[in-house]
């Protein structure tokens, strides 16, 4: 047995550790959480349990690395947004409608560190079956740069061909950059930016952290998916370099997803969100005209970049969905994987319903994260009492993201409906006013929903206690979904 003064000290080191900390903790609540409700739920943890709460807190509810990233942007890249114009976008308003367009226009355009850019070109590509094959066509006709950035990029199946056809890119002398997310790399057997390395490609990992360090920065992950060719052509989006996105192939665990080729000059607001990365991970400076070349408008479509993640100044798009919402008129159209909105956001929906906009949004029956699935069924309850309907598509998972305002605005990109994505994920979304896309993202969200169910007030009603318990306690951990 221990002597009594030494149990009697360790006692104290424990109740020293458990004051210290929890001071500690809550005076970094109190001073620099924004979210009240998140601050609240951190605060009432640490008091009841001061020795553990304050580690949680460590490692889940607070950004303590601010990347290197503001560095390279202010030290290495001149400021890409000029003073904000009274009409962004390209002509002048002679209507309420129009004026209303403009408006949201210069709250984005003031919201994000970029400008609006016009005569672009955007076109959607459903699933793997039709991204893939021409991601990998940009490949081979490459002359000059590519540039990749896959939060998930596996090296087996479609995988392995990106890696070989970017060997071959590179033995012709096209400069490559692959960067893959570190805990996104974890996905998947053997390591893809090993393979790619020893094949000769420059590819790194983002934020490759080990033991505590890794715990402490979990939460911070790049979640965008970007690839540019030559500097003047763009595929962002939602998808992940993975066989399950192979719907043709039957692999055996599928995903429904959604991808976009673009042309015009918002290609060079994407290919700077790259650079901003890689300079991060590499400490390379990508600049000239290899990788920034001169972009002439091709396109109806007016568009501007909009960079979210823990080191921007604001939380940048849940401000832009925000605006988004109050803008409606007629109608807002979300499809997302994974719907748990702020409290904010859910206001503004529950509004827009409210002054009779037609709110519909679309999420998969079958989650592939049951625990968010069914946090999620909690807050149905209060969006349908005031006319929003809700549908759940049916499998395989859909991970389609599908934001549409009014037939004429869209919001495409990596940013899904829920804490981790809206508030600590690295994440790029691409605003586009464009009635053509809006059209055709329409008609992609009507077909969905003609094959999903309907969720009514009467069916969450009908579930049992248990369930009900289940969503219930689902619902206590929201803020650190």
Not at 37 to 63: D, E, K, M, T
Not at 141 to 156: Q, V
Not at 171 to 184: I, L, P, S, T
Not at 418 to 442: I, K, M, Q, W
Request: charged share 20%.
């Amino acid at each position: 047995m221990l002597p009594a003064a030494v149990v009697i000290h360790w006692g104290y080191i424990v109740a020293f550790i458990s004051i210290f900390g929890g001071l500690a903790a809550l005076t970094h609540i109190l001073l620099r959480h924004r979210d009240h409700r998140s601050a609240s739920f951190w605060a009432a943890l640490v008091v009841l349990s001061p020795l553990v709460a304050p580690i949680l807190y460590l490692f889940l509810g607070i950004n303590i690395l601010r990347r290197r990233g503001r560095h390279y942007r202010r030290e290495h890249f001149e400021p890409w947004h000029d003073p904000v114009p009274t009409n962004p976008l390209p002509f002048h308003p002679t209507s309420d409608e129009a004026r209303d367009h403009q408006h949201v226009a210069v709250t984005l355009d003031k919201i994000s560190r970029f400008c609006f850019t016009h005569g672009n070109h955007v076109t959607a590509l459903q699933n793997g079956d039709q991204a893939m094959p021409r991601m990998l066509e940009a490949i081979r006709g490459a002359k000059t740069t590519i540039s990749i950035s896959s939060y998930i990029f596996e090296a087996l199946g479609i995988g392995s061909e990106f890696i070989t056809q970017l060997t071959v890119a590179v033995k012709r002398g096209v400069e490559v950059r692959v960067m893959v997310d570190d805990a996104g790399t974890r996905y998947s057997w053997p390591p893809v930016v090993d393979a790619l390395q020893e094949a000769g490609v420059q590819a790194k990992r983002f934020m490759p952290n080990h033991f505590l360090l890794r715990l402490i920065t979990m939460n911070l992950r790049n979640h965008r998916k970007i690839m540019v060719v030559d500097g003047s052509k763009a595929f962002t989006g939602g998808m992940n370099i993975r066989e399950g996105n192979m719907l043709s192939r039957h692999p055996n665990h599928p995903v429904q997803d959604l991808h976009f080729e673009i042309t015009g000059p918002i290609v060079a607001q994407i290919q700077r969100v790259f650079a901003e990365d890689w300079a991060f991970c590499a400490g390379e400076i990508l600049d000239g005209p290899k990788w920034f070349p001169a972009l002439d408008g091709n396109g109806p479509a007016s568009a501007i970049g909009i960079v979210d993640g823990p080191d921007e100044d604001m939380e940048v798009m849940p401000a832009a969905f925000f605006a988004a919402i109050n803008s409606a008129k007629e109608e807002i159209l979300i499809a997302t994987p994974y719907f748990l909105p702020t409290a904010v956001l859910v206001a503004a929906l529950r509004l827009a319903a409210i002054r009779g906009v037609k709110v519909r949004i679309l999420t998969p029956r079958e989650n592939n994260i049951a625990f968010v699935a069914w946090a999620a069924q909690t807050l149905y309850p209060q969006l349908l009492e005031v006319g929003c309907r809700i549908f759940e598509s049916t499998p395989p998972f859909d991970h389609t993201k599908i934001f549409v305002i009014d037939g004429i605005w869209s919001f495409i990109g990596s940013t899904n409906w829920d804490p981790r994505s809206l508030r600590l994920n690295f994440e790029f979304n691409v605003g586009f006013y464009d009635r053509g896309l809006a059209t055709c993202l329409r008609e992609i969200f009507r077909q969905k929903r003609s094959t999903s169910h309907e969720v009514t007030r009467e069916a969450l009603e009908s579930a049992t206690l248990v369930q009900q318990l289940r969503n219930g306690f689902a619902k206590l951990f929201i803020p650190l979904l």
